[in-house]
């Protein structure tokens, strides 16, 4: 059975940093693409980052650009989300997501529970 | 600010059929890019409805069904049931948009 379950969320002032982890179990990890994808409050999906199974494409969301670095480690089934220069509007669900094994154009055929991620004084 | 919109709400009475719209342009939808469709539970994480504009997962209803035309794409629920109300995502690909992936708008739908 396909586990996402993702780590690290949590409340953390303007300007500060958080590490978000995903551990992915029941597939073989080094062979997909992963996603993070986020939800504020009340609000639609956005998505926020994507890396390659290899970690040779990286893409980033705008608004998150510069800020947010996406990495994997294939080892240890684990993908993670660097989270610096936290603003208010950051404030959403972050959610790990599996790119079907069709390439990078695949739906997200599955997706973990969701980590909060609160930024306020 | 997504470049996918969809109407904020549709509702139907149970047993009717619904459709909700998913429209681009032609950097995304039409310029061929696959459609996918969530659905998202109250409280839930989203999960895969629809894929490649009109293929079911294992286990989706076939009450649910997707077409895709020009630069817009639909999702039809027929024989709506109360499990049914949720939030609604359509999903593509923007060659203008880093990473490429975007999500509509989103769609509430209620069942009366």
């Known amino acids: 059975e396909v586990q996402l379950v993702e780590s690290g969320g949590g409340l953390v002032k303007p300007g500060g940093s958080l590490r978000l982890s995903c551990a992915a179990s029941?597939?073989?990890?080094?062979?997909?693409?992963m996603n993070w994808v986020r939800q504020a409050p009340g609000k639609g999906l956005e998505w926020v980052s994507s890396?390659?199974?290899?970690?040779?494409?990286?893409y980033y969301a705008d608004s998150v650009k510069g800020r947010f670095t996406i990495s994997r480690d294939n080892a240890k089934n684990s993908l993670y989300l660097q989270m610096n220069s936290l603003r208010a509007e950051d404030t959403a669900v972050y959610y790990c997501?599996?790119?079907?094994?069709?390439?990078?154009?695949?739906?997200?055929?599955?997706w973990g529970q969701g980590t909060l991620v609160t930024v306020s004084s | 600010q997504s470049v996918l919109t969809q109407p904020p709400s549709v509702s139907g009475a149970p047993g009717q059929r619904v459709t909700i719209s998913c429209t681009g342009s032609?950097?995304?939808?039409?310029?061929?890019?696959?459609v996918h469709w969530y659905q998202q539970l109250p409280g839930t994480a989203p999960k895969l409805l629809i894929y490649?504009?009109?293929n079911r997962p294992s286990g989706v209803p076939d009450r649910f069904s997707g077409s895709k035309s020009g630069t817009s794409a639909s999702l039809a629920i027929t024989g709506l049931q109360a499990e049914d109300e949720a939030d609604y995502y359509c999903?593509?690909?923007?060659?203008?948009?880093?990473?490429?992936?975007?999500f509509g708008t989103g769609t509430k739908v209620t069942v009366l």
């Open positions: 997501a599996r790119v079907g094994g069709l390439g990078e154009l695949s739906p997200i055929d599955y």
């Open positions: 029941g597939f073989t990890f080094s062979s997909y693409s």
């Open positions: 890396i390659s199974s290899s970690s040779s494409y990286i």
């Open positions: 032609s950097s995304n939808i039409g310029a061929g890019y696959d």
């Open positions: 490649g504009n009109s």
């Open positions: 999903q593509s690909y923007d060659s203008s948009l880093p990473g490429r992936r975007v």
